[in-house]
């Protein structure tokens, strides 16, 4: 999966011949699992049409801060454009565009909409060798990336005037493969393994019967995702689960019983940085496993059980630069039980849900947490969807160890 999945991407083309270019980029951002948005110059449109980009782009596209739908005057809002992107691309950026951006001149949408953008604007240049080197294009080259804007620089090779030189556009896949780059480069997480534990465990009774409870793996799995957008290589061990999970960050590991789970997280937590357990691990398990199913009696059925490995426990006992979360799910005195678990567990954080707390725990989309940290400093979190629930955890954990 890319990570421009997801992301809202904001296309300007601007009126060089290599606009005709800009429909394989649509379809390259298209295919990388972007949303796409298409600005162009009203010149631009005599080099490649706007149905072309709208068409693959599956939006309409804007050229003017003015259109006429019917009888109705439409007003293109540039400020809700530049908000609405998670990166804005000007390709391709020609020598009169890049340097109106340079002096804040924004007499068409596409630029008006530039100076409202507040998010990574990537430029990628085209035009004639001359063009390029003139020093004018240089200054706004220059100035355009000191205002914090990413230069995709030009190639080299045949022009559209025929002349041989710099000032090619870079080709479509490649400004994708820039783009895609430059954001895992700067991810936070970049570089970094992560070990999460996910869903419930099975400790089986006899071939047929388990002993089980109604963990979903949803917070385990969201966790997995936003570890993964940020950048990290996460082994996400699950037990069984009907989460669905498709980043080629994270390696998932299917386990059943506990047993399991305590050997797959024993095998990668040496080599990662940072371990969330937040699976719900059978306390205890049938002391003997039935060979043959058994039968029913008429009289009481007694199974002897006995406790499984603590996995967090372990863990924490052989911790060495590991920042090691736990969860803890709790009816009573929760916080002090929470803190207890650090102790005894050696963790750095933990999760605390409250089944008192409606919408908390297992089964649900929605959690409510309050994480503790080893200083037992406290917060206290709102009813939240499990995405975003993730997102809070993971910037707990951030705030600690980058
Ligand atoms: N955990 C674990 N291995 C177990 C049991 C629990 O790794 N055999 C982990 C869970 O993944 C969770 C944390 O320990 O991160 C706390 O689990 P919880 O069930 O709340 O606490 P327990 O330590 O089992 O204690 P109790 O059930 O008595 O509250």
């Not at 300007?12 to 796409?36: N, Q, W």
């Not at 609405?84 to 890049?98: R, V």
């Not at 007499?107 to 990574?120: G, M, W």
């Not at 297992?362 to 503790?372: H, P, S």
Request: proline residues 4%; aromatic residues 8%; hydrophobic residues 45%.
């Amino acid at each position: 999966m890319s990570v421009l999945s997801g992301k809202k991407v904001l296309l300007g083309v601007t009126a060089g011949i290599a606009a005709y270019k800009t429909a394989s980029l649509v379809r390259l951002f298209i295919k990388s699992g972007a949303e796409v948005m298409v600005v162009m110059t009203p010149a631009s449109k005599d080099f490649v049409t706007p149905l072309t980009l709208s068409t693959l782009s599956k939006n309409p596209v804007h050229s003017t801060f003015y259109e006429k739908e019917d009888e109705n005057e439409l007003w293109n809002n540039h400020v809700d454009l530049g908000l609405w992107a998670d990166i804005m691309l000007i390709a391709p950026a020609t020598a009169n565009t890049l340097s109106k951006m340079t002096n804040g001149i924004c007499d068409n949408l596409l630029l008006a909409t530039y100076l409202s953008a507040k998010c990574p604007i990537y430029f990628a240049p085209a035009m004639d060798l001359d063009m390029y080197q003139h020093p004018s294009t240089k200054k706004s080259l220059q100035s355009l990336q000191n205002f914090g804007n990413i230069l995709i620089p030009a190639t080299s090779g045949e022009l559209a005037s025929g002349l041989v030189g710099e000032g090619r556009m870079a080709e479509p896949a490649d400004i994708v493969s820039f783009i895609e780059n430059d954001i895992l480069f700067k991810l936070p997480l970049r570089g970094k393994k992560i070990l999460i534990t996910a869903g419930p465990t099975y400790e089986a009774i006899d071939p047929v019967r388990f002993i089980g409870n109604h963990s979903s793996g949803k917070m385990g799995f969201e966790l997995a995702k936003t570890a993964a957008n940020l950048g990290a290589e996460v082994f996400l061990v699950s037990g069984p689960s009907y989460q669905k999970v498709t980043h080629s960050f994270i390696h998932r590991i299917d386990v059943k019983s506990a047993q399991q789970m305590y050997d797959a997280c024993h095998t990668y937590y040496k080599t990662v940085d940072i371990a969330i357990l937040s699976a719900a691990v059978a306390d205890y398990r049938p002391k003997n496993i039935a060979t043959q199913k058994i039968k029913k009696k008429d009289t009481a059925l007694v199974i002897e059980l006995e406790p499984t490995k603590d996995i967090l426990k372990s863990l924490g006992q052989i911790k060495t630069t590991q920042f090691l979360v736990g969860f803890a799910l709790e009816t009573n005195n929760e916080v002090e039980n929470a803190k207890a678990k650090i102790v005894k567990k050696k963790l750095d954080l933990i999760v605390l849900n409250s089944l008192q707390d409606k919408g908390a725990g297992f089964a649900t989309d929605t959690n409510k947490i309050t994480i503790i940290d080893a200083n037992f400093k406290q917060k206290v979190f709102a009813l939240k969807s499990k995405k975003e629930v993730s997102v809070d955890i993971m910037n707990e954990i951030l705030s600690r160890v980058l």
